[in-house]
C-alpha cells in the first residue's frame, strides 16, 4: 500500500498515537524505520526505592488507586506490589506505600464524589466519518458519563488523549469528567459537557484528514510544544515558551 493512501478503517489507538508523536509514526509509516527507543525500565536489581521510571511509578499508582478505591488492606497491597516488584519489601516498601496514599488520598475522593461506587464499562466504538471508520474502545465509562484521571498537571500528550475521549464521548450524548492537579487549586475535577454529536464527529473527521497528511509528510506539530503555546498568555509569550520546551533546559536531551 503506498505510504499516506487512505484507509477505509482507523483505529482509535492509532489516531491517539499519530497525534501523540506525529514525526515517529510518518518514519515507521512512510519510511519503514524504527527509532531506537529509550529502555523503559532499569536494569535488573533489587528494587530498594520508589520506582523512578515514569512508566514504573505510573503503573504503580494506576494499581494504588484501584486498591485504594476498591478500600483493600494497605498491608495486602504492600505484599502484592512487592511480590510484583513495584515497592520495595519491609520497612521501606511501607514508607513509600503510606507517601503514595497520602499523595493519591485527594484524586480517590474527587472519583468518589462524582461516581461513588459506580464500577466503569467499555464500550466499542464503530463511526463512520464521511467514507472511513474509526474502530476502538471507549473506556472508563460510568453512568454518569466518561471518566479520566491524570495523576499530576496535564502535558500535551495527556490533553490529546483526553481531548479525543471527550470528542468520542460527546458521539455517544456523554460528558467527560477529569480529575487533575491544578497549579492553583490542588486536585479539581472539571467536567466537560458533550458537544452536539454531529460537532463532535466533524472534529474526529478534521484529525483523520490531518492524520492522512502527516503520513504523506512530516507535520510540524510538537503536542509538548504546542502545550506551552497554547497556555500562554499572548502569542509572544507562547513562542518563546514553545521554544524554551523544544530546546530543552540544558540539563537533558
Known amino acids: 500500500e503506498p505510504a499516506g493512501a487512505a484507509e477505509d478503517v482507523v483505529a482509535v489507538d492509532a ?11 510518518f518514519v515507521r ?12 525500565t532499569g536494569d535488573d536489581r533489587d528494587l530498594l526505592v520508589a520506582p ?49 496514599r497520602k499523595h493519591l488520598a485527594p484524586y480517590v475522593e474527587r ?13 466499542a466504538i464503530d463511526l463512520d466519518l464521511g ?23 496535564h502535558n500535551g500528550p495527556s490533553q490529546i488523549r483526553h481531548g479525543i475521549d471527550w470528542l468520542l464521548a460527546s458521539t455517544l450524548g456523554l460528558p467527560l469528567a477529569d480529575i487533575h492537579q491544578d497549579k492553583e487549586r490542588g486536585v479539581v475535577l472539571a467536567v466537560c459537557a458533550p458537544l452536539p454529536p454531529e460537532q463532535a464527529r466533524s472534529a474526529l ?24 503555546f497554547y497556555n500562554a498568555s499572548d502569542p509572544k509569550r507562547g513562542m518563546d515558551a514553545a521554544a524554551r520546551r523544544w530546546r530543552g533546559g540544558g540539563n537533558g536531551f
Open 15 to 25: 489516531l491517539r498515537r499519530f497525534l501523540r508523536d506525529p514525526a515517529v509514526v
Open 29 to 40: 509509516h512512510c519510511l519503514g524505520m524504527r527509532l531506537p527507543e529509550i529502555a523503559a
Open 52 to 100: 523512578a521510571y515514569v512508566l514504573d511509578k505510573h503503573a504503580l499508582q494506576q494499581a494504588m488507586l484501584a486498591g485504594m478505591l476498591a478500600n483493600r488492606d494497605p498491608d495486602a497491597l504492600q505484599r502484592e506490589f512487592s511480590a510484583r516488584a513495584m515497592l520495595p519489601a519491609g520497612a521501606s516498601g511501607a514508607r513509600i506505600l503510606a507517601e503514595q
Open 111 to 123: 472519583q468518589r464524589q462524582w461516581c461513588g461506587d459506580a464500577v466503569a464499562n467499555d464500550l
Open 131 to 153: 467514507g472511513i471508520r474509526l474502530q476502538g474502545r471507549l473506556a472508563g465509562v460510568y453512568p454518569d458519563g466518561v471518566l479520566r484521571v491524570r495523576v499530576g498537571k
Open 205 to 228: 473527521r478534521g484529525l483523520l484528514e490531518i492524520r492522512l497528511a502527516g503520513l504523506r509528510a512530516p507535520l510540524p506539530f510538537a503536542p509538548y510544544s504546542s502545550w506551552e
